[in-house]
């Protein structure tokens, strides 16, 4: 048991340090070939840092252990919502004042809704699956159409001024671009084992150790980016992050492992996982979406956020240990 909890560690910090490498050898190889900055913040950095999530939930599912893959998807979700924004609004109120953010709140809104309709009764089966890649595949073409007609957005500024600084030539970026995926991979792999030793260890679901320790772990990269992002006062890149990063979750990462292998749950799940998520979302909605001029997540709402993202927390612990 010690070789896996070390095992969830080793491969927790790889992670990190692979998927932030990964994710700047990326931008800065999209940045030679001409991508917009617009396009790179939306796409490479908020798609990027899932990468941990969809190479997790991958694995998890391919291996027979769909509990991880869809707790690792949901479970990031909250956890980008209630712990990660939480903890950045309150460092720095995080202002919403992008055009393109405005757009995506509300389709964030919509995509959650058909992951709850999906997991309605209980399992996603491989055409529920192909359905979420299918939404995905049409909302990365929107993406990169919006993000070509748009000749000026606060998010492209900022992530061209953060390109700018972290320049490097371009066989340095192919290099962590390619050395960051295969880490990603093999810590992946380090992770998923660990859990899986542990969860049978215990006598845990699946789901819940995806739902808490992997969740937390993979989006850990999220954490990082949105602290780094709000304290420069990038805050359409901190909110960016969050918000590609969850419509990747339950389109991308979800699809891909019900590609694998269908995924059936319990009705626990949709009661108290999808509620949960759909309520941040909607929450996330009313803070940032700004109906009367900009809008901004105070620390107040910040707070909230953490008290949620605790209680839930807290929930999920007392159903273990009081089965």
């Keep these: 048991m010690i070789i896996a909890f070390l095992a969830v560690a080793l491969g927790l910090a790889l992670l990190v340090l692979s998927a932030d490498r990964f994710v700047e050898g990326a931008a800065s190889t999209a940045r030679h070939f001409g991508m917009p900055p617009l396009l790179i913040g939306m796409v490479i950095v908020g798609f990027g840092t899932s990468t941990p999530e969809m190479l997790v939930s991958g694995l998890a ?9 869809l707790g690792n998807a949901y479970g990031s979700n909250i956890t980008n919502i209630a712990l990660i924004l939480g903890l950045t609004a309150l460092i720095s109120p995080i202002a919403v ?3 393109v953010l405005r757009k995506e709140l509300p389709l964030l809104t919509a995509i959650t809704a058909l992951a709850a309709w999906q997991l309605w009764d209980g399992e996603i089966t491989r055409i529920d699956a192909l ?3 299918g939404v995905f595949g049409g909302l990365m073409a929107w993406t990169v159409w919006q993000g070509t007609r748009k000749k000026a957005d606060a998010m492209g500024s900022e992530m061209a001024l953060e390109l700018a600084i972290q320049a490097m030539p371009l066989r340095l970026s192919v290099f962590w671009l390619v050395v960051g995926l295969l ?3 093999a810590s992946s792999r380090i992770l998923v084992w660990g859990a899986v030793k542990i969860a049978h260890g215990f006598g845990v679901s699946d789901m819940i150790i995806g739902l808490t320790v992997v969740a937390v772990g993979t989006s850990l990269p999220e954490l990082a980016s949105s602290i780094s992002a709000t ?3 990038e805050h359409d890149i901190a909110l960016g992050n969050v918000l590609g990063s969850n419509m990747f979750n339950t389109l991308a990462v979800v699809g891909i492992a019900g590609t694998i292998h269908p995924m059936s749950v319990g009705p626990e799940v949709f009661s108290r996982d999808i509620l949960v998520m759909a309520a941040l979302t909607v929450s996330l909605f009313v803070f940032g979406y700004g109906f009367r001029g900009p809008g901004r997540i105070n620390r107040f709402e910040g707070g909230a956020l953490l008290a949620c993202y605790s209680g839930y927390t807290a929930y999920l612990v007392s159903s273990v240990f009081g089965n």
């Design 97 to 99: 004042h992008s055009q």
């Design 183 to 185: 880490l990603l991979i």
């Design 131 to 133: 359905a979420l890649l």
């Design 231 to 233: 304290r420069k006062g």
């Design 61 to 69: 599912a391919s291996q027979g252990t769909p509990g991880i893959a």
